[in-house]
């Protein structure tokens, strides 16, 4: 392992994949430059030979990582307003299957327009994902929910709508200030927080945190600890056999350099959770793409590539009939898992 410099510090140079300890092997790469051009730096990716997961292989050291973190987009306060569309009447139907499945309390909401979704199973998996896919007998003041790197509490907001009764930790210390001054119960720090008491927690939440991690298998077993025994842990993070790698290449917005770190492939992260203790591993259908991953990846590979791409920008609705079918192929990869006995 080498160093060299980057615009905030030092940055490290892996020779070998952090993923499972493959030996170094010709392996596919990517460079590019960081989503929102706030560095003048380029990043490089690679896919580990072996496991066909993907990391960063030139990332910031452990000194200059968090200087990163100081402009996140997890600064900008949340607006988790109801779920909208183009067409009023859809709108209704979207709350009025929220406030059946989730017990929210939309007053749009239509009931009739719940049942009519839930015969539409793509809409019908996207709206579960906008809940986490928590249970709707967990969706009242009896259920203790953990949100783990919570941001700007967009969240921990939509689960209180659902009755519950909300945590969350948060490393940013301005994004943990930003949820705090808003009445939401957050602290600023990780899941090791002595804060966070031991099997106490019903519903576990992380979405896209894990791949910022350094050593997502110690996370992982402290996340184990934290549940109560009939708990349920919740990740949520980029899948990296996407279709969007294939299609959009170093533009897919999946890679954010430099603060995703290594994003695990689906069978990895089984593995990891059965290691960490954790059954019944569950892998779930997203449903619908999300189209802010999509037409982010159409920019950023327009800007990297310097031509535009019509038909990859239009490719979103062959993708989400082809991941619907094969959650494998998903933008984004969704897991749940239970403590074991």
Known sequence: MTTKEWTLGDRMILTASPCCSAPPQPEVSWTRRDDMLSFSDSWTFKRCSKCQSIYLSDRPDACSLPAAYRSYYTHTPADDSE?????????????????????????????????????????RKALEFYGRNIPRSLCDERTRLLDVGCG???FLTRA???????????????????????????????????????????????????????????????????????????????????????????????????????IPHQKLLQRW??????????????????????????????????????????AKLAADFATFVMPSLSEETIMIARPAA
């Open 160 to 262: 209180m709508s659902m009755k519950i009764d909300v945590f969350g930790c948060e490393p940013d210390p301005a994004a943990a200030a930003q949820c705090v001054s808003k009445g939401l119960p957050v602290i600023a720090g990780d899941a090791f927080s002595p804060e966070l008491p031991e099997r106490s927690f019903h519903y576990i939440t992380l979405n896209h945190v894990i791949e910022h991690v350094e050593d997502p298998h110690l996370l992982l077993r402290r996340l184990r600890t934290l549940l109560r025994p009939d708990g349920c842990l919740w990740l949520g993070l980029p899948n990296p056999s996407a279709l969007g790698v294939g299609i959009f290449g170093n533009g897919w917005k999946g890679f954010h350099p430099p603060f995703h770190l290594l």
């Open 152 to 154: 700007n509490g967009e």
């Open 83 to 123: 779920p909208s569309a183009r067409s009023e009447q859809l709108n209704s139907w979207i709350a009025g299957f929220l406030n059946k499945r989730f017990n929210m309390n939309y007053p749009s909401g239509s009931s009739a327009g719940a049942t009519i979704l839930q015969l539409m199973p793509p809409a």
């Open 273 to 314: 959770l059965l290691d960490a203790g954790f059954r019944d591993v569950k892998i779930l259908s997203r449903g619908l793409q999300s189209g802010g991953m999509w037409s982010e990846s159409s920019r950023i590979f327009a800007r990297e590539n310097d031509h535009e791409s019509v038909w990859r920008r239009k």
